[in-house]
Nanobody, 128 residues
């Protein structure tokens, strides 16, 4: 059983930074891609960043590239999303996710319907 628990959300001013963490308290996901998705009110859920198992290759959506950094520590069963230079349009609930059958970040991030495990979400609000 996989259980993903996010933390680190909050209220931040535009230009500020936050670090989100996701801890897996269940079966190891070291052979699976892990990522972050987000959903703003009235909008569809979208992929933000994903990371391969093994080689750590990453995928980012265009609007966050250069501002967000995803990393994973399989020994600690943790995946982290460092978010810098935050914008009001980054406001959303952020969800940790994994797809058991793939190691590839591209595959995970390209299809949210294939996600096997979701966390409960953590709210990020960017506002002055």
């Amino acid at each position: 059983q996989v259980q993903l628990v996010e933390s680190g959300g909050g209220l931040v001013q535009p230009g500020g930074s936050l670090t989100l963490s996701c801890i897996n308290s269940g079966t190891s996901l070291e052979y699976s891609a892990i990522g972050w998705f987000r959903q703003a009110p009235g909008k569809e859920r979208e992929a933000v960043a994903c990371i391969n198992s093994g080689d750590g290759r990453t995928y980012y959506r265009g609007s966050v590239e250069g501002r967000f950094t995803i990393s994973r520590d399989d020994a600690k069963r943790t995946v982290t999303l460092r978010m810098e230079n935050l914008r009001p349009e980054d406001t959303a609930s952020y969800y940790c996710a994994s797809r058991w059958s793939t190691r590839l970040a591209d595959t995970l991030c390209s299809d949210s319907t294939g996600v096997d495990y979701w966390g409960q979400g953590t709210q990020v609000t960017v506002s002055s």
